[in-house]
């Protein structure tokens, strides 16, 4: 431990101490954050409450992080759910996986 942080373990010294925090506005606090941080690392428009789609398909896992583009396809869908995954609103599929639109994402 570096000399500045000596005490804080024995709650003699406070962690960073004279740090001013401000209060968020309405609304602010949600700025910055994409909608799969909001669902939960879930692709956001698929799944029932039960079942849940990542974001990122299985084949992506080795490229976390490096801006790689990251694109379900059917034939790896369902090795995940192989009945398909519901819309959450049918008629509203963000990665084109309903082509025969009948709400089952990959059916």
Known sequence: ????????????????????????????QDAGINDAARTGGCAP???????????APP?????AGHGAKAAWTCEEL???FPQGIPLQVRGT??????????GIACA
């Open 1 to 28: 431990m570096t000399p500045e942080g000596k005490g804080v373990n024995n709650g003699s010294t406070k962690q960073a101490s004279g740090l001013k925090m401000r209060e968020l506005a309405r609304g602010e």
């Open 45 to 55: 428009g698929y799944g029932d409450g039960r079942s849940c789609l990542p974001v």
């Open 59 to 63: 084949s992506a896992a080795g490229h």
């Open 78 to 80: 369902l090795t995940l």
């Open 93 to 102: 599929d963000p990665l084109g996986l309903d082509k025969d639109g009948n």
